[in-house]
């Protein structure tokens, strides 16, 4: 291994057609965020499986924490009247 | 915070209940270590894989055959990235797990110890080690490890490609002339056994199996997917007219699948241990890759920090 360090961790996200977002779809390492991009399209679209790349060095990600799960989520568990099927309408009223 | 045994309790219940496991997610020590072994070891085999494939492009018989092992090659390279990637979520490095490779800390598969000779062990190479690898790798895309899955995923996508070229080589082969004929079935006699020993020891001599299984890292045994494989090739191989070189081999009714012959375990494990054709050379191989290209990493890092102060002064002035 070299004296010096790795390269840094980029994390990729790939926007596969117009219209859809970006989705995350793996990490590689690159000196610096133009090398980052190029090595991304040698990467992850060797078939057209994209047309824009976005690429974040992976520290600069924060991550919620598994173990918060729970309580993280909770508050959009118990608010069941956020969801349509929470209220009644007649019968007659097919679709709203 | 929640102590060991309830964390362990809430592991197990996702992995009984096929949920994947995560990046972050708690995890049993050695669940994280058996995948940081197997999956770097696989993104070795990826790498190393490229050497006997590689040394036959500027020898291509045509350009049709040329782009395509190319490709096929590049495709490799990615497999590779896509798991060290992988295996860089579960807390290692890529520094350490080329250094591991570079030691001969880390195996990778045996069967990249056998020299590609003629042209026809491309076709061999494309048909049966990928082949044997897609077995594997189908089986791994419901691996419980959410990132190993995925790239097992995207793996297999881009492999079914890698066996057709190689079976289309044989076939074309096998359809030429006697030479050719010939070159096809020595490609063949040479490379089968090797194959089979891909899958890994018999499931009664293999020490990680049962753990692995009972983790849902593996879904299948070795030697199911041994069977699976073989079912699978003997009939492609009938189709050009290729004989399988077992004396042994023949359909059994009722277990549905073929029966075949001894394998020379005694073979395999030398070939592990380091003694294979061509051991030394792969090594050496990627040995001599990391130190040429040394300068080369260190150049790219050093650009990009002066580029990055410079950004950084222009931003001050402005
Ligand atoms: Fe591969
Ligand atoms: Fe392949």
Known sequence: MSEKKDWPLWEIFIRSRAGLNHKHVGSLHAADEDMAIENARDVYTRRNEGISIWVVESKHIKASNPEDEDSLFEPADNKIYRHPTFYNLPDEIKHM | ?318
């Not at chain 2, 044997?132 to 097992?152: D, E, F, H, K």
């Not at chain 2, 494989?229 to 399988?244: E, G, H, R």
């Not at chain 2, 070189?245 to 001894?262: A, C, I, K, M």
């Open chain 2, 1 to 318: 915070m929640s102590s060991e045994a309830s964390m362990l309790e809430k592991f197990d219940e996702k992995i009984r209940k096929e949920i994947k496991i995560e990046p972050r997610d708690w995890m049993p020590d050695k669940y994280r270590k058996t995948l940081i072994r197997q999956i770097s070891q696989h993104a070795h085999s990826e790498i190393v894989g490229m050497l006997p494939e590689g040394v036959w492009i500027t020898r291509a018989p045509s350009m049709r055959r040329k782009v395509a092992l190319l490709a096929k090659v590049q495709d490799e390279a990615g497999h590779g990235l896509y798991l060290y990637s992988a295996a860089e979520t579960l807390g290692t490095t890529r520094g350490e797990m080329i250094d591991d490779l570079h030691t001969g800390k880390a195996k990778y598969s045996s069967i990249f110890n056998y020299p590609a000779i003629t042209w026809a062990d491309i076709g061999a190479i494309g048909w049966l080690v990928d082949g044997a690898a897609i077995m594997n790798q189908v089986m791994l895309c419901r691996t419980s490890y959410g990132p190993y899955a995925r790239a097992m995923v995207r793996i297999c996508k881009e492999e079914s490609f890698h066996q057709r070229q190689g079976y289309e080589i044989m076939l074309t082969l096998a359809k030429g002339s006697e030479e050719q004929k010939a070159m096809a079935q020595d490609a063949l006699n040479r490379w089968w056994w090797p194959s089979l020993m891909m899958f890994g020891p018999p499931d009664a001599e293999s020490k990680h199996t049962a753990q692995s299984m009972a983790w849902k890292i593996k879904r299948k045994t070795n030697d199911e997917l041994r069977q699976q494989f073989v079912n699978a090739t003997v009939p492609q191989a009938k189709l050009i007219d290729l004989t399988i070189p077992d004396p042994d081999l023949v359909w059994n009714e009722e277990r549905n699948s073929y029966d075949f012959g001894e394998i020379d375990w005694e073979e395999f494990w030398n070939v592990v241990k380091g003694n294979g054709p061509c051991n030394k050379e792969r090594l050496e191989a990627r040995q001599n890759a990391a130190k040429n290209g040394e300068w080369v990493r260190d150049a790219a890092i050093a650009f990009a920090e002066k580029q990055s102060q410079r950004k950084s002064n222009k931003e001050q002035v402005a």
